[in-house]
C-alpha cells in the first residue's frame, strides 16, 4: 500500500510570512495526526483528527496555527504568521483498522516537511 | 500527565557489543508502549511494541511496571542499528485517545 504522503518536502520562509503544509494519509486511514518535531527533540502532537473532527489539537497554538481534514481524506496544517521558533520538521502520520476492523495501534508517518522561518 | 524519558541522547558502540537504550515512562493507567526507529534519510517507522513480544532485526523490549521501564536491547549490534531510536507512550483512554507521547530520542551509532 502506498505511504503517507506530505508536501512539500522542505520550506524556506521569513517570519511574519504563512505557509501551509499538506499531507494525504494511507487510503482508508480515519485517523490522521499532526506532529511537531523541533531539531534534538521528539515529535510533539499538535493536533488529531478522526475523519473530519477534531479528537485533540491542546497543544495546537491556536493563535497562529490551524488545521482542517474537510473531507476526512487528506488535510492542510497552515502557520500564519510564522515566527522564527515555528522552524521544525512537520510530520504527518495516521492509523488503521485491520480486516476485522480492529484499529491498529501503530501510527505511519510521512516523510515530514521541514520548515525553516528565517 | 504522561511522560516519556530517553536520559542518553548518544549512544555509541562497536559493532558485536550488546547495546541497550534506556526508556523510562509515566503514566497513571496501563500503559502501551512502543519503540520507534529513524535511518538516515527515511521516515519514522515502528521498530517494535512491547504488546507483541517479539523479537525485530535482533531487538527486544521487555516492559518493566515496576521501574516503569522499556529498555530496548541488542546482544550483538550490527553498523546498519546506526539510526534515532525513540520510545514513545500510547494513550488507549480519555480524550487523548490514540495520542502518541515521545521521548527526546537516542542517536545510537554503531562503529565498524
Known amino acids: 500500500e502506498a505511504g503517507v504522503a506530505q508536501s512539500p518536502r522542505y520550506k524556506i520562509i521569513e517570519k511574519r510570512q504563512s505557509v501551509a503544509f499538506w499531507c494525504n494519509p494511507i487510503s482508508g486511514h480515519a485517523t490522521l495526526y499532526w506532529y511537531q518535531q523541533i531539531l534534538g527533540q521528539g515529535p510533539k502532537l499538535l493536533i488529531q483528527f478522526q475523519n473530519n473532527g477534531v479528537v485533540d489539537d491542546s497543544q495546537l497554538p491556536k493563535d497562529r496555527f490551524s488545521a482542517e481534514r474537510l473531507k476526512g481524506v487528506d488535510s492542510t496544517l497552515k502557520i500564519q504568521p510564522a515566527k522564527l521558533e515555528d522552524s521544525a520538521v512537520y510530520l504527518c502520520a495516521s492509523r488503521g483498522t485491520d480486516r476485522q476492523g480492529m484499529v491498529y495501534n501503530e501510527q505511519f508517518f510521512g516523510p515530514g516537511t521541514r520548515l525553516t522561518v528565517l | 500527565a504522561q511522560r516519556v524519558t530517553q536520559p542518553e541522547k548518544l549512544l555509541s558502540v562497536f559493532k558485536g557489543a550488546p547495546v541497550e537504550l534506556k526508556c523510562n515512562y509515566s503514566?497513571?493507567?496501563?500503559?502501551?508502549l512502543f519503540w520507534y526507529v529513524q535511518y538516515s534519510r527515511q521516515r519514522l517507522q515502528l521498530l517494535l511494541r512491547?504488546?507483541s513480544r517479539e523479537s525485530i532485526k535482533g531487538f527486544t523490549a521487555d516492559l518493566n511496571k515496576g521501574e516503569t521501564s522499556f529498555h530496548l536491547k541488542k546482544p550483538f549490534a550490527q553498523e546498519e542499528d546506526s539510526a534515532m531510536y525513540y520510545c514513545?507512550?500510547?494513550?488507549?483512554?480519555?480524550?487523548?485517545?490514540?495520542?502518541?507521547?515521545f521521548g527526546q530520542g537516542t542517536i545510537l551509532t554503531v562503529h565498524p
Open positions: 514513545a507512550l500510547y494513550n488507549a483512554g480519555g480524550t487523548s485517545y490514540g495520542k502518541l507521547t
Open positions: 512491547h504488546i
Open positions: 503514566y497513571s493507567g496501563s500503559p502501551e
